[in-house]
Nanobody, 116 residues
């Protein structure tokens, strides 16, 4: 079992920045990749960024150059630095953990609202 707790969401003006953090607890050694997904009202949940245990990263085209995902294995955290935020970035952001064995866990979600 893995528990994920997110923090750092909030309201920001367009062009501003926010940093999301996700802290994992439980069977942390079973975690391979960690990622951030988001879901806007009326839309499907989409992958925003992902980082593997080896440090390989993936970014959705819509956030490349603006968002940076990082991971601190010693602190069991994954963070998402979001710069140059746009109103279309408004969504609930979810932390995700993929296990080495089949399995995935989700955080409770944190709201990010970008005003124009």
């Amino acid at each position: 079992q893995v528990q994920l707790v997110e923090s750092g969401g909030g309201l920001v003006q367009a062009g501003g920045s926010l940093r999301l953090s996700c802290t994992a607890s439980g069977s942390i050694f079973s975690i391979n990749a960690m990622g951030w997904y988001r879901q806007a009202p009326g839309k499907q949940r989409e992958l925003v960024a992902r980082i593997t245990s080896g440090g390989s990263t993936y970014y959705a085209n819509s956030v490349k150059g603006r968002f940076t995902i990082s991971r601190d294995n010693a602190k069991n955290t994954a963070s998402l630095q979001m710069n140059s935020l746009k109103p279309e970035d408004t969504a609930v952001y979810y932390c995700n953990a993929e296990l080495f064995t089949p399995g995935t866990y989700w955080g409770q979600g944190t709201q990010v609202t970008v005003s124009s």
